[in-house]
């Protein structure tokens, strides 16, 4: 009893790593549950790292496999497994050795991608599909902590948090093997309280990727965060709450809260529970205010060794609603839970979340707090660009803004588990979200991906990826899968049915989806699941002039459908191939009229073209306009991201898919998608851009995207004719006009009134380089980022649309480092480190970061050969 009366907020702080920052900077750590009896320390900062392209080791998950698999148990209903008695393996290797010398390894921080910093093999044999970076190989990390006496003598539980590690991670602490987990995406526990010492612990960590274990770059290595959590052996269990709100209205909501106590010591112990709910202050992530609601103390009896729930409810009145921005405002709360013992308190553990309705209408598609929402989504990769996928706040967190700023509402994490912090960026901002699991079940995509772990991995991986995410109010459904191999049959219907059970026991308040690109209407599949989710099936794929939404909901008018995914359009920023094709969609290919340039590896961006599986942005409009009940699409996808460069998968390294390319520029696209998600918004885009000095007299169309429903097009001044938008259009061409130079202006009007301009001019030469900043104020943490994009321009200022002048990067001055450069162009052969980087059709982009602990001022200069220099100043505070 000794060990639960001692005050636990004496404990805080004992726990002292020596060699780690103890506070990360709010932008790149969120703290979770931390308070009294209950500590959470970063191990980001300082660890040692090797990659080794051959097996350094003789280990394999075979070899561990028998100590790793016990860690599912907690999540599996069924079968168990028993830790072997012997002591693991591993324990011969030197790498695990508390003495081992690691001095001449590379000196890492977290998260951190091996991969990302490397060149890209752009050998003949060599695939562009998972993005020619060095993914492969073991990779170990090791890193040495302190652990304070106090904390092992007090019987303190130690656990080792990981978000994420890529791929089969396994750890030894002390040269003793703990345990691991080989799905990469999802985030898991290892209990190092029977490994730790007092005074220095070496922590060891082998992660191994193999080839062919993916479809898309996956990146490599610890690539999200890790934490040491200490806690009173009795405490809120790994993700151990569940908040619902079984009833809400405009005057009062019903929370419900179940709270697993886990008591990891080994007498039965005795506690109170007890929870009180706070408005949460949406930057600080804190508790703001007075509590608005109490759930009355629990007493909670729990064995040794094991785990008990508790279930409250209380009700708040007046509740401040989550819901998608922009109509609705992401409210959020907070339920701040304490288990006491004879009044001292053992354990604090906060939980986020929000209050809102979600219903599922088949003829409307969804609706939030009662209000019809079409859904405006994207898809995307969890790479981040350049910086590989090597989780960042600021990265992710710009990647949401700038789709926000399209119009875009809904975001789907295809195909597996995001990072913790992203989802908590989209509670934040306001997006709905498809949290998505698997890619692959029972079949390979690729030889080495999820499906070798699927029978023994899958109800785990599965149980905790909800446990983990099911407080978010952003998350408005389940995915359990995409585009499966077996999908249309009978092993499909099974494994789907056994998931989205498992799905409905961990959380019956959300409907489950998973993207059908074959399975029609009459299969088991489509009849098993929630809502029905099409990808590209829905809208008819490539030349098909309708596709299948109307059967699946004639068969199914009690489902939902959407399409999980849509369009897959390809394009390259800023290139234009003509002829361009006079269809509304076309299949991308190399002859004319089909958009792509085959010599230089380019996609036309006058966004019409798509693999013969896919569709333009306006086909799939038409059939979402035609099948109103359809919920919206998820768009493949937002961002381009690194891998499956369809069509030029031989001759590029990143996509040709996102509506926004991979360094953050906007593609014409974009305007396409925000005249349609944001009609009340004022605007008119058009293009190509307008100086083409081997193209005069030549055919050159105009197309113009407008939120607007009519416009007319000048060239030199001289109306090219007013059109106006029939229902089924969704952009306005003039396919005729030649090309002379000058100005080409449009003038769009809606409702007859006035709405927005917009026009291109013939430009001169480079003259200058023109940089600006995203934020010219970032935090001093070496964490936060600034984008600083470079625009090549004449001399009176307009970008040169195909300037490719090479652009040098450096730091004039200041407590700044340029992490790395990037311009949007797939076929770009530079490594993502290098601070000089061609301009691509006129922008190249530079990532910044301020030092560690640094204020002052930065400034970023950028220069290159016959044009003037350029700069920017960031200030660090
Ligand atoms: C889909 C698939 C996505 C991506 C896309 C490219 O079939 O689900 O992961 O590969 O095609 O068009």
Redesign the pocket.
Known sequence: MALFTKCATVLVGLLTLSDITMSESLATMRPRAEAAGRERVSLNDRWRFQRFVDNPDGLSYDILKPWILPAANDYLSGTRYDRPSEPGPGSNVTFVQPGFDDAAWEAVNLPHDWAASGEFDFSEDVSGGTGRLPFTGIGWYRKSLSIDARVVDSGKSIFLDVDGAMAYATAWLNGQLVGGWPYPYNSFRLDLTPYAKAGDNVLAIRVDNAPESA??YPGAGLYRSLNLVTADPVHVGYHGSYITTPTVSAEQASVSLRIEVENKGNLTQTVQVTSEIFELDSKSRKASGDAVAKIAASTATVSGGSKYSVNGSTTITNPKLWGPAPKQTPNEYIAMTTISSNGTVLDTYETPFGIRTVEYDPNQGILINGEHVPVYGS?NHHDLGSLGSAFNYRAAERQIEILQEMGNNALRT??NPPAPEWLEIADRLGLMVMDEIF?TWNYAKVENDFHLLFPEWSEADLRTFIRRDRNHPSIISWSIG??LPEQSNSTGTATAKRLQDIVHEEDLTRHVTV?M?NAGPNTGLAAEIDIIGL??QGEGKGSASSGSFAAFHSKFPNKMIWST?SA?TVSSRGVYVFPVTSNKSAIVGGGPGEGGDPINSHVSAYELYA?S??ASPDKVFEQQDRNPYVAGEFV?TGWDYIG?P?PYDNSSRSSY?GIIDLAGFKKDRFYLYQSRWRPDFPHVHILPHWTWPDREGQVTPVHVFTSGDEAELFINGKSAGRQKRGQYDYRLRWDNVTYTPGEISVKAWKNGEEWATSSHRTVGAAAALNVTADRTTIHGDGKDLSFVSVAVVDEKGDTVPQADNEITFSIASGPGEIVTTDNGDPTDPTAFPSKTRKAFNGLALAIIRAEAGSTGEIVVEAKADGVSAGKVTITAS
Request: net charge negative; hydrophobic share 25%; with cysteine.
């Open positions: 479809r898309w898809c295809s195909h890619d995409n585009e993207g690109n990808n590209y995914e897959s693999p599986w896919a493949w499956e369809t898919f």
